[in-house]
């Protein structure tokens, strides 16, 4: 084996889902959606803010469409963990 001093970027399947299902990410999760819920007063305004504080820009209108639906059988907290989840607000394009 040969040593390398820089390790390359990569995202493999268990990192991915270490993310998801940590401890750490829930309770962050559970504290973006509690913070959304004191700022907003309407799903879609809660919606918008947790774009806005995730991925720094507001839904598109698809976007908005099927978190709508989602929150329908999910709480916020579950919307927040899946936002906190993309590739979008992991890396910097």
């Known amino acids: 084996t ?3 001093a820089r390790r390359d970027t990569t995202v493999v399947a268990p990192q991915a889902l270490m ?5 750490d ?3 962050y999760a ?4 509690t913070r959304v819920a004191t700022e907003s007063a309407s799903p879609p305004e809660s ?3 947790v ?3 995730v991925l720094q820009r507001p839904p598109s209108p698809g976007e908005l469409e099927l978190a709508t639906r989602f929150l329908k059988n ?4 579950e919307l927040c963990r899946a936002l906190l989840n ?3 607000f992991s890396y910097v394009d």
């Open 2 to 4: 040969v040593s390398c």
């Open 19 to 23: 993310l998801l299902n940590s401890p």
């Open 25 to 27: 990410a829930i309770r």
């Open 30 to 33: 559970e504290g973006l959606a």
């Open 47 to 49: 919606i918008e803010g």
């Open 51 to 53: 774009f806005r504080h």
């Open 74 to 77: 999910q709480p916020m907290s």
């Open 86 to 88: 993309l590739n979008e």
